[in-house]
Structures are given as structure tokens and as C-alpha cells.
């Protein structure tokens, strides 16, 4: 019987895929809920949890597979060493249930207007007057061994709970100035000291520093990724003295320059890179932002999540903004396969797999990539442990493989197939962007024939 080159070029699609770890995102609500009204959103995460208004999303948002949501020190540790962890359990509980994993930002203190550190802590800890934005503020003294302490044993019980959850998507490094974004003295050893916290206690779940300053830099030496928290910000102000297209804004000052001082350039290969935007896409809108332009600045950056504060979408950008978090973190087409057949019980199977990240960032998250031969009922599943898919950057990726056949399989024809699989759940969680996919997220790949 003659070899057959057997071939197989799955046809690409432009759909949506509700892979996890990518795309955008809901803010302090889950898939369902209603959406934040006007351009108005709140800081202070949910405490309780309710059925869904809508399914499976609202219609003025885009579908998503992560929520992020943060949560102030007051509700924590409303009592000194009295932790309460509840309002984390009931946001990771309905995440399970619509469809979500759960990135989480810990805040100690707000803005003027929003809550400060517990009372109990201000009242024997050392606090100084400060102002932000020309409001009078009382702060913890960032520099203090008791707000290292303090602060610190919060982050550290959280870690010792929740890092490698299931469902926990990230964790934000915050700890200087309101939400932890950065507005804040503290020195360099201090600096240091939170930035090994946060890389020593959270070991599986990924970090994310605020991009701008010491506390970036500190946290990349550790393996972290980035956030900002304006992206979008084209804001035109003007003045007497400064033409409206001159003003300052962060995605021609803040941005770029933060970027190439703090050498963040190649991060994203490494860790992700969040985007919070700056007010919310209905004001963008309203205000004749250049989205072209800022959707461009996203890609470059290699960004993973796009965080528009679960607010509604305009309408006439909806389409543009839907195409921008499909093109977000990963994206994997299986372009080609080819098997060698018929094989013998002795001789190996041969598979050349071309496999192309046409997203602009890898995914950060160990899935095994896997062969399914199936004869008839009797199926067994193959991993390929040594293939990483976390190195699959953007561009190509190739398997060359020779595997001996499984035991079971007998003379005849064996269909083939290829998924990538949740370690812990042997299911195919993250599907390929091809249309040949079967219901349950495993790539058809034709198959070969056994020679007995």
C-alpha cells in the first residue's frame, strides 16, 4: 500500500471566541448585570450579588470572559486583624456561574470623597496631610514600617487564600497614593519592599504594576506586567497660552515616554498589559477622540485586556471596538496539519502542525496542546507536554512531531483532532480560530489509516 501525505488546511474565522484570559472586560459587574448609567461608574466593588438582568451580556457592551473589580481596605479589615474575604468569594462564585474569571485590584485608600484606610488603622498608625487635586486628604505615611505591615499582612493573607485560584485572572500591585495608582510619596527601599511582597506571595496568579515611576520599574525587574489607567485620554483642553491640539495628554507625553524610561518595551512578552480607559468610549465619543488612532497605540502596546468601565459602547464604534479585543492578547489559527498514512502498530505517527498567533501577545497561562485519536467508541487523548504554548508570540509556532501509536488502536482508520486543554479540567477551553472546530473545542483533523 502506497504513503499518503495526508493534509489538512482548516479555513480561518473572524469571529468572536470567548477564550479566557484576554479581551474586555466588566468593571465591578459580571456578564448580565446591568451597565453602569451615562458616563458614570463607581470604585467601590460589589458587596452583594445578584441573578443576572440580561444573558448572556448586555447589548450595549461587548462580550467578555474577565471581570475586574477592586476593593477598598475599609471593607477588607473593617476591624484590626479582622479580615473579611466575602465580598471575593461571592465575586468568584459568579464568575464560575457567567462565564468569567476575576481580576482583582486591593486599594487602601481613595480619593478625598471616596473611603480612606480604616479608622482603626488612622487612629494608631502614622498618617500625614496631603492634598490631591486641591483637596485636603489625611494618608497613611507610605515610608512607615506599620503601613508596610499593615498593608502588606492584607496583601499577604489575600495571596495565601486566593493565589492559583481557578478563576483569580491577575492581581494589581497598588500600594502608593489614592487606588494604589501611583499619586504618592514613599521611597525607593519602601518601593522595593512592596514590589518583592507582591512577587513572593503571589507565585501562580499574574501581577500587573501601574505603568509611570519607581513603582513600575521595581515590579518589571520581578516579572510583573502593566496597567494604565487612561488609555484613550486625547483630551483637548487649550488655554490662552496652549493651542487645543498642543494640550498635554497621556498617549503623546505619558504614555510613550513612561514606556522607554521604565524599559517596558518587551514586558508584554512576559506579563500582561492591561488597558483601563481614561473616562469612558461615550465620552471619547462625544469629545471627537481619534479611536483610530488609540486603537493603533493599544495594538503596538501589545495589550492583552481593554477595560471601558462597563459603561455603554457608542453604537457607531461598537463594530471597530469589538474588532479591536478580537485582535487583543491571543488569537491561534491552526493553519496546517499533515500525517503520514497509512502507519503500522510499530511505527510512529508523523504530524507537522503549523500553528499562527495572528493576536499581539501570547497567552500567559499554562493549556496543554494535545492529539485526540479516536476509532469508533475508543478514544485517548495525547498531551504534548513539552510544547509550551505560553512562547507561542505573536507569528509562527511548528510542531514536528513523531508519536507512537496509541495502545487500543486497531487496523482501520483513526480520526484525528487537536485541542488545547485546561490542565486541571482535561477539557479543550481554548479554542483555535478556525471553522473545522467541534462543538466541544477540538480542531477536526482529519485522520489516517492503520495498516495491520
Request: net charge neutral; hydrophobic share 35%.
Amino acid at each position: 500500500m502506497a504513503e499518503v501525505l495526508r493534509r489538512v488546511r482548516p479555513t480561518p474565522v473572524d469571529t468572536y471566541l470567548a477564550n479566557p484570559h484576554k479581551g474586555c472586560c466588566t468593571f465591578q459587574h459580571f456578564n448580565g448585570d446591568e451597565l453602569f448609567p451615562g458616563t458614570s461608574w463607581s470604585e467601590e466593588g460589589p458587596l452583594v450579588f445578584s441573578e443576572p438582568k440580561h444573558s448572556p451580556h448586555h447589548e450595549g457592551y461587548l462580550p467578555t470572559t474577565v471581570a475586574y473589580c477592586r476593593w477598598f481596605w475599609r471593607v477588607l479589615e473593617p476591624a484590626d486583624g479582622r479580615l473579611d474575604f466575602s465580598m471575593i468569594d461571592g465575586a468568584l462564585e459568579t464568575c464560575a456561574k457567567r462565564g468569567q474569571t476575576l481580576a482583582v485590584r486591593l486599594m487602601a485608600f481613595g480619593s478625598p470623597k471616596q473611603p480612606q484606610v480604616p479608622d482603626w488603622y488612622a487612629a494608631k498608625c502614622p498618617m500625614q496631610d496631603k492634598h490631591y487635586k486641591s483637596s485636603p486628604q489625611r494618608v497613611p505615611v507610605h515610608d512607615s514600617p506599620e503601613y508596610f505591615e499593615r498593608w502588606g499582612g492584607l496583601v499577604r493573607a489575600f495571596a495565601q487564600r486566593y493565589d492559583g485560584h481557578p478563576l483569580l485572572e491577575s492581581i494589581d500591585v497598588a500600594f502608593l497614593g489614592p487606588w494604589g495608582e501611583g499619586a504618592g510619596q514613599c521611597g525607593d527601599e519602601q518601593i522595593d519592599r512592596f514590589a518583592e511582597l507582591w512577587q513572593e506571595a503571589f507565585v501562580h496568579t499574574p501581577r500587573l504594576a501601574l505603568i509611570g515611576g519607581r513603582q513600575l520599574t521595581a515590579s518589571l525587574k520581578r516579572g510583573s506586567g502593566w496597567r494604565c489607567d487612561c488609555f484613550g485620554d486625547l483630551k483637548q483642553p487649550g488655554s490662552p497660552h496652549v493651542r487645543k491640539d498642543l494640550s498635554n495628554n497621556h498617549h503623546y507625553e505619558s504614555y510613550p515616554k513612561q514606556i522607554c524610561q521604565a524599559g517596558a518595551q518587551e514586558a508584554w512578552k512576559t506579563g500582561p498589559v492591561h488597558f483601563e480607559t481614561c473616562w469612558v468610549p461615550m465620552y471619547w465619543y462625544q469629545n471627537g477622540f481619534d479611536l483610530d488612532f488609540i486603537l493603533q497605540q493599544g495594538r503596538k502596546l501589545h495589550g492583552t485586556y481593554f477595560m471601558p468601565k462597563y459603561t455603554h459602547l457608542p453604537a457607531p464604534w461598537m463594530e471597530r471596538l469589538a474588532t479591536f479585543c478580537r485582535t487583543l492578547g491571543y488569537r491561534f489559527v491552526l493553519r496546517h496539519c499533515s500525517v503520514t498514512s497509512p502507519v503500522t502498530p510499530e511505527a510512529p505517527v508523523k504530524a507537522e502542525i503549523w500553528i499562527e498567533n495572528m493576536g499581539v501577545a501570547p497567552l500567559y497561562r499554562r493549556y496543554d496542546f494535545a492529539l485526540r485519536f479516536r476509532q469508533g467508541d475508543y478514544e485517548q487523548i495525547v498531551p504534548l507536554k513539552d510544547v509550551d504554548v505560553r512562547t507561542w508570540l505573536p507569528g509562527d509556532a511548528w510542531i514536528s512531531r513523531s508519536l507512537p501509536l496509541p495502545p487500543g488502536i486497531k487496523p482501520g482508520w483513526v480520526d484525528l483532532a487537536a485541542g488545547l486543554l485546561d490542565p486541571r479540567t482535561g477539557q479543550a477551553r481554548v479554542r483555535f480560530a478556525v471553522k473545522e472546530q467541534f462543538s466541544d473545542g477540538w480542531v477536526d483533523l482529519n485522520g489516517f489509516e492503520v495498516r495491520g
